[in-house]
């Protein structure tokens, strides 16, 4: 059973305009989220994260927000790039966890 | 710079064949894991190893083993090879830390095709 759900396969976006990707868990144990991109090609590498004593965390573009009562968080790009263009994956780890819980993943493409 | 290196970028095998999948990290990571990533269901844990000659079990093992019998070094075995085998393999490392919260390093993938 899906933990960690990426309801959007895809998003389309311009150049300068804001990328909002959502991600959606299950699990209330989960406390620690994070955000990785993929590229074609290459393995995934390490965005940004958020620990569920905040509600945002921000660095640089990329601002990640939390929404423990919906179960919800969200990854917002701004202002977007061409060379964002890529796959987002969102993960989750409950508090006595050992292990990410990986979502389906969005791939975004950013369009100049 | 963390470097996480992947034996091969692509493979093709038999059904019933034995593969290896190798993985090596030059940082000096405790914590190294195998993912398998398919089309609508984003990465699955197969298997992770915390220390030289441990591993655990994550959420899809059946099929696979795993050997870590160096700390650099975490192979990835299938047995006898199935077509729902056909993936892209991904290898990760990291720091040990609390409760493995540390930044996963990913290698650059294998795709494996099982015909």
């Known amino acids: 059973d899906q933990q960690v759900k990426q309801n959007s396969p895809s998003l389309s976006v311009q150049e300068g305009r804001i990328s909002i990707l959502n991600c959606d868990y299950t699990?209330?144990?989960?406390?620690?989220f994070l955000w990785y991109k993929k590229y074609p090609a290459e393995g995934p590498t390490f965005l940004i994260s958020?620990?569920?004593?905040?509600d945002k965390n921000e660095d640089g573009r990329f601002t990640v927000f939390l929404n423990k009562s919906a179960k919800h968080l969200s990854l917002h790009i701004v202002p977007s790039q061409p060379g964002d263009s890529a796959v987002y994956f969102c993960?989750?780890?409950?508090?006595?966890?050992?292990?990410?819980?990986f979502g389906t993943g969005t791939s975004l493409t950013v369009i100049p | 710079d963390v470097k996480v290196t992947q034996s091969s970028r692509y493979l093709v095998k038999r059904t019933g064949e034995k593969v290896f999948l190798e993985c090596v990290q030059d940082?000096?990571?405790?914590?190294m894991f195998w993912y398998r990533q398919d089309p609508g269901l984003g990465l699955r844990l197969i298997y992770f190893?915390?220390?030289?000659?441990?591993?655990e079990k994550g959420d899809i093992p059946e099929g696979y083993s795993v050997s870590r019998e160096k700390k650099e070094r975490f192979s990835l075995i299938l047995e006898s090879a199935s077509t729902n085998q056909t993936s892209m393999y991904l290898c990760?490392?990291?720091?040990?830390?609390?409760?493995?919260?540390?930044?996963?390093?990913f290698g650059p993938g294998t795709r494996l095709l099982v015909l």
């Open positions: 990760a490392s990291s720091l040990a830390g609390t409760l493995l919260r540390e930044t996963q390093y």
């Open positions: 699990n209330s144990m989960f406390d620690y």
């Open positions: 958020i620990s569920s004593i905040k």
């Open positions: 993960a989750g780890m409950y508090n006595t966890g050992n292990q990410f819980y």
């Open positions: 940082m000096d990571h405790e914590n």
């Open positions: 190893s915390y220390d030289v000659k441990m591993k």
